[in-house]
């Protein structure tokens, strides 16, 4: 069973950065998928960035050259630099990862632009 927590939320002015984090336990091998994922309020949840263990990334057409998404594997770690924040990224990002054929959540972290 793969656990995922996630830090790094909190409020930040329009045009700031912040960085999200997952780590990920119970796995004995490295993830396979990475993703990550956003839900704002009245809205359904959407893809953000995905990462493959390959190093292969996609990212939403509203996050493409803000936002990067990486990974530690030594560490099992994920990570969401988020550039150039604007009012409109307010939401409660989730962590994904796939491993061995199961999809496995984070909790969530809010993360709030406003000035």
């Known amino acids: 069973q793969v656990q995922l927590v996630e830090s790094g939320g909190g409020l930040v002015q329009p045009g700031g950065s912040l960085r999200l984090s997952c780590a990920a336990s119970?796995?004995?091998?490295?993830?396979?998928?990475w993703g990550w994922y956003r839900q704002a309020p009245g809205k359904q949840r959407e893809l953000v960035a995905t990462?493959?263990?390959?190093?292969?990334?996609d990212y939403a057409d509203s996050v493409k050259g803000r936002f990067t998404i990486s990974d530690d594997s030594a560490k099992n770690t994920v990570y969401l630099q988020m550039n150039s924040l604007r009012p409109n990224d307010t939401a409660v990002y989730y962590c994904?990862?796939?491993?061995?054929?199961?999809?496995?959540w984070g909790q969530g972290t809010q993360v709030t632009v406003s000035a």
């Open positions: 119970g796995s004995s091998f490295s993830i396979h998928v």
């Open positions: 994904q990862a796939y491993y061995v054929g199961r999809y496995y």
């Open positions: 990462l493959t263990s390959g190093g292969s990334t």
